[in-house]
């Protein structure tokens, strides 16, 4: 089945902890599959993960790709209450059309 | 910068009545995609733009959705005689090209609410 699934739903967290994010999929043939933050308006791309085994950094934040065990994560260390979002995984499958996970809501305290 | 647009911002119509509305994508974007998100869920495809061609629509509730991008720039969704459960933000994006590492840009969307 076409599914992508994050968890945990929502986590509340204190500046400064580290947090891991996961998506899991089911479909075995696709192209990429990506992270995106969500605060009140549009999805901000973070992240593009292609190959296996293969982590990608940008500042606090890191992302790598499992394709064996069909899973992803995304790691944010030193948190800061900007990062209080929805991060969405999704599943680019042909013509670059996505398939979401539900998102994770996170929310990072002083 | 120039992103990709939406309007109008808040939408509030009366069940029964129709409702159009508009994506501006970033200039020379080939690709065209809009998005429903319900309250709490993430983002589910509707419909696909290569261009001006409408290469998928399966992700269309029913026939009462309806979107064209006639020039292959800006894009209009149109929803006929609205019900309460089209409820949700309806999302936009483009991608410069239409292959899988050409990551998508949303706007900002536009939240319908049905009463």
């Known amino acids: 089945e076409d599914k992508v699934v994050q968890s945990p739903l929502s986590l509340v967290v204190h500046e400064g902890d580290t947090v891991t994010l996961n998506c899991s999929y089911e479909?075995?043939?696709?192209?990429?599959l990506l992270w995106y933050k969500q605060e009140k308006k549009a999805p901000t791309f973070l992240f593009m993960l292609t190959s296996s085994g293969i982590e990608k950094k940008s500042g606090r934040l890191s992302s790598i790709l499992d394709k064996k065990e069909l899973f992803s994560i995304l790691n944010i260390t030193a948190t800061q209450t900007g990062d209080s979002a929805v991060y969405l995984c999704a599943r680019n499958n042909a013509g670059n059309m996505l398939t979401f996970g539900g998102g994770t809501r996170l929310m990072v305290k002083p | 910068g120039a992103g990709v647009s939406q309007s109008p911002r808040y939408k509030v119509a009366k069940r029964g009545q129709d409702v159009a509305l508009r994506c501006d994508p970033i200039?020379?974007?080939?690709?065209l995609f809009w998005y429903q998100q319900a309250l709490g869920q993430g983002p589910e495809f509707l419909t696909y733009f290569q261009n001006e061609a409408q290469l998928d629509k399966s992700g269309l509730p029913s026939d009462r959705f309806f979107a064209e991008r006639p020039e292959g720039s800006v894009s209009t969704l149109k929803i006929q005689r609205t019900q309460q459960e089209d409820s949700a933000v309806y999302l936009c994006?483009?991608?410069?090209?239409?292959?899988?590492?050409?990551?998508?840009?949303f706007g900002n969307g536009t939240r319908l609410t049905v009463t």
């Open positions: 479909v075995t043939n696709f192209r990429s």
């Open positions: 994006a483009s991608s410069l090209r239409a292959i899988y590492s050409s990551p998508l840009h």
């Open positions: 200039s020379g974007h080939v690709s």
